[in-house]
């Protein structure tokens, strides 16, 4: 038997299996497919638009205080929250994949979010970016050049260029033939990420771009400068263009929440703990004492029974599988049909407006749980004695609303893990 | 070619959000513009292939290997290695089914030709002239690993030549060898014997045919469905008696588990007690180990050992066993490959127009086992096409787990693939 199971291959799933390890548990992640990081900018947003916000907050970590009382964060002190971020970011330099917040800033209590350009050309607020995209900082003087490559889908640099120039940054485009790439007729983010590995694809491309460039200028490339030598791979083409490098996520999949994925996966691996994907979770079992006794997976024939002292769940909220629904409006949540805040009537999960600058009901909703991260009843009361939960399971957060979905999973992902390694379950 | 279970595949396509996280990891769509990738070929060409239109409407999917790494990294639970296959057999039934396809599907019919007189069916065959008009005519690559009939008889010649020294008791087991253990490698079964009885199991191999494996991944649905329900008949007795049918081939216990079922439709309670009752070897042994009843008595092996999980076990679902069994033995330095796929996909990297794409796609594999040294000797993997691709690739010899584990108890020397007598 085990220590812990985390069900769920997402950002706070791997950060509690990392923080587990790290106290001498044994774990194991199993997850349905992969998800959530593949599509993710790859960047830390913690908060930029509470409720009822005017506009970007500037300091995210000023604001936690005022968020409604069932909001995520809340459930934590300010300071378990900082130290979270906090050893975030030391890890992701362990891994030589380092994110910082923003410029100058060495106390994380005053940091501002960083705006940076999204692939739409808009502002986006982030509070930990990794390294490749500091150099887009909409913050900064110079001017950008965005760089795109004719035939890659869903990258229209004159797009992206003529709308950061509409709310006044100074940005222009150009196109540079897909063939410096890859030889491939076609080739999505992932290919050409891997493709920059060579160090001679990346040699035509610093000559092209170096010919681009003007003086002064900053170069905004999609993000795929490199996959597995991705550190190395943007210090060369920044080395040989003479100029700053700034990637520019893309849609999906999404090349550094791809980078940032691996890289945690490796290192639990080296940690000793296997995340496993293919496994879908199809039944558990609990005794009469209020303990989870196993969680069965789908195979090919009888299920997989896997059996730990402790569960953390963090599958996700609806984008990551975590609940699902039917047409006639009921919402459950998929491994343990835990009690849901979300409304169980249709016509309430939507307002009239997609882009309603409230969000929408249906993505406030999701596991309650106490402030030892355990789900509860209604009335309270754990529904297990040794289950956990984090991440965009999570009740009383709006994230894609807020920008603050990778914010609440390191968070709650390493809170979690800490509730699990001090509890009785374990020792 | 509508069928039943494209009620429990077919409606799986409208879960594809095109997140593109199956191209990303697929494994051919990183080598060749041939296959642009699961989803195009799987739930996007889906949409044009059903309510009876006559023609598929994208003949890339023929390029689909069937390592289903796309269903493993799929977070919708999308079954598009399913949706391919089945594509693939409408457009066997459009266009009908090459020669070559027919004798490559054919494994079990092959072997026994061949182990007639084994000596003169190797020589035909892989003498350099026969095999360049066997690409010429049949378009099988020249170079691709075929294997070589057993010149020292098949499985059940031994099995039946040691019936007084068979050990009796009251756990049983069933054991299931399929046709590459039959006509091919005889060795691999005896080690699964020597293993089974060692840990105090009385062996009963049944008559047995093909999976249909092989017919399924080239379209003949129609002559593995005969193989199938032959198995069924064979078979299912054991499986209603309560009897574990246990397997070395991961791709032949695949297959009758949930392969040939669910493409066949099989779904009578006769097929769900055989699905129920087949295990892969160490899958079974695993089981065994976590009641505490697998024997450990090991002898040290001292070696570095590349291991790499087939493509089966990813559509297993069941983990890694093997790594978690051979972890066991004292002195073994296991290194896991997490390379996607060896590239030979069962008979796809035999076919001339995708061998080159077999070895690109196997580099990933073959350039880990270099990376772990000199010292490295052979390398091992469960599936037995993937064995003969490793060698390929790496020029290292490869082997079974279970002849690991037979060695490991002192019972099976690994360089002469025989049994040692005690």
């Not at chain 2, 000199?374 to 079974?400: F, N």
């Given at each position: ?427 | ?38 989803k195009y070929a799987g739930p996007q060409a889906q949409r044009f292939r059903e309510n009876g239109q006559p023609h598929s409407p994208d003949h890339s999917v023929d390029y689909c290997s069937g390592c289903r790494v796309c ?60 095999r360049v008009v066997a690409e010429k005519v049949m378009g099988i690559a020249r170079e691709a690993p075929l294997p070589r009939w057993s010149t020292d008889g098949t499985f059940v010649d031994w099995w039946n030549s040691r ?260």
């Amino acid at each position: 038997m085990i220590d812990l199971l985390v069900i769920g291959a997402g950002l706070s799933g791997l950060m509690a299996a990392y923080h587990a390890a790290k106290a001498s548990l044994s774990v194991r992640v199993i997850a349905k497919g992969l998800g959530a990081l593949h599509w993710d900018a790859g960047t830390i947003d913690v908060l930029a638009y509470p409720p009822d916000s005017a506009g970007v907050v500037n300091r995210p970590l000023d604001q936690l205080a005022a968020l409604p009382p069932t909001h995520p964060y809340r459930l934590l002190d300010e300071a378990d929250i900082h130290a979270a971020l906090e050893r975030f970011a030391a890890l992701t330099a362990e891994l030589g994949l380092p994110y910082r917040p923003a410029a100058g800033a060495d106390d994380f209590v005053v940091s501002e979010n960083i705006l940076l350009p999204s692939p739409l050309g808009a502002a986006r607020p982030v509070f930990l970016a990794p390294a490749s995209q500091h150099a887009g900082d909409l913050g900064r003087p110079e001017p950008m050049l965005i760089v795109g490559f004719e035939g890659l889908r869903d990258f229209y640099p004159a797009l992206i260029a003529e709308n950061l120039g509409k709310l006044g940054y100074a940005a222009r485009a150009a196109f540079l033939p897909f063939a410096l790439l890859s030889e491939r007729r076609d080739a999505n983010t992932v290919h050409l990420a891997h493709a920059l590995d060579d160090p001679a694809r990346r040699r035509n491309l610093a000559v092209e771009l170096k010919r681009l460039a003007g003086p002064g200028e900053r170069v905004g490339l999609p993000a795929i400068v490199g996959l597995d030598e991705h550190p190395a791979a943007l210090a060369d083409l920044e080395q040989q263009v003479g100029a700053p490098i700034f990637e520019i996520p893309t849609l999906p999949p999404s090349v550094p929440g791809i980078r940032l994925y691996q890289a945690l996966r490796r290192h639990l691996l080296q940690l000793g703990v296997r995340v496993e994907a293919g496994m879908e979770a199809v039944g558990f079992s609990s005794d009469g004492g209020g303990n989870i006794q196993w969680v069965e997976t789908a195979t090919s024939a009888r299920p997989l029974k896997h059996r730990a002292r402790a569960y953390l769940l963090a599958t996700g909220g609806i984008l990551g599988g975590g609940f699902d629904s039917d047409h006639t409006g009921r919402v459950w949540e998929v491994v343990f049909d835990l009690p849901l805040t979300v409304p169980q009537q249709r016509s309430q999960w939507f307002r009239p407006l997609f882009l309603h600058p409230d969000g929408q009901p249906v993505n406030r909703g999701g596991v309650r749980v106490n402030r030892r991260f355990q789900p509860v009843h209604p009335s309270g009361e754990p529904v297990y004695a040794n289950l956990w939960a984090a991440g965009g399971v999570l009740a009383g957060s709006d994230p894609i609303r807020e920008r603050s979905l990778t914010g609440i999973d390191v968070v709650t992902g390493m809170a979690a893990a800490k509730q699990i390694v001090s509890s009785q379950a374990i020792t | 070619m509508f069928t039943e279970s494209w009620l429990s595949v077919g409606p799986t396509l409208d879960e594809c959000i095109k997140c593109n996280i199956c191209t990303s990891y697929c494994p051919v769509a990183a080598v060749t513009d041939l296959f642009p990738g699961p989803k195009y070929a799987g739930p996007q060409a889906q949409r044009f292939r059903e309510n009876g239109q006559p023609h598929s409407p994208d003949h890339s999917v023929d390029y689909c290997s069937g390592c289903r790494v796309c269903n493993e990294v799929c977070p919708s639970g999308v079954k598009i290695a399913e949706l391919n296959a089945r594509a693939r057999a409408q457009i066997a039934a459009d266009q009908g089914i090459p020669l070559r396809n027919r004798v490559l599907g054919r494994n079990e019919l092959l072997g026994k030709v061949g182990s007639i007189a084994p000596s003169l069916a190797n020589f035909s065959l892989h003498n350099p002239v026969s095999r360049v008009v066997a690409e010429k005519v049949m378009g099988i690559a020249r170079e691709a690993p075929l294997p070589r009939w057993s010149t020292d008889g098949t499985f059940v010649d031994w099995w039946n030549s040691r019936e007084d020294q068979r050990l009796q008791s009251d756990k049983k087991v069933v054991y299931f060898h399929g046709c590459a253990t039959m006509y091919y490698e005889p060795f691999i079964g005896r080690a699964a014997v020597a293993v089974f009885e060692h840990n105090g199991y009385e062996v009963i191999v049944p008559p047995q045919n093909c999976c249909g494996l092989p017919m399924l991944s080239n379209g003949e649905f129609k002559a593995a469905e005969k193989l199938y329900d032959n198995n069924l008949r064979k078979l299912g007795p054991y499986a209603g008696d309560g009897f574990d049918i246990v397997g070395t081939s991961t791709s032949c216990t695949l297959t009758l588990k949930e392969e040939a079922p669910e493409l066949l439709d099989r779904h009578g309670e006769d097929a769900l007690a055989l699905k129920m009752a087949v295990w892969d070897i160490f899958e079974w042994l695993r089981e065994l180990h976590e009641a505490g009843e697998l024997r450990t008595d090991f002898e040290r092996i001292d070696m570095v050992l590349p291991y790499h999980a087939p493509c089966q076990y990813r559509a297993h679902r069941v983990g890694k066993p093997a790594m978690e069994i051979l972890s066991l033995i004292p002195g073994i330095d296991l290194r896991e490959s997490e390379a996607r796929c060896c590239g030979i996909a069962g008979t796809y990297g035999y076919k001339v127009e995708k061998y080159q794409i077999s070895m690109e796609v196997g580099e990933e594999l073959f350039s880990f086992v270099r990376e772990q040294g000199d010292e490295v000797e052979i390398t091992a993997c469960d599936s037995e096409t993937c064995r003969w691709q490793l060698e390929h690739g790496t020029d290292l010899p490869s082997r079974h787990p279970i002849e690991i584990l037979a060695a490991a108890y002192g019972l099976y020397d690994l360089e002469s693939r025989t049994l040692i007598a005690r």
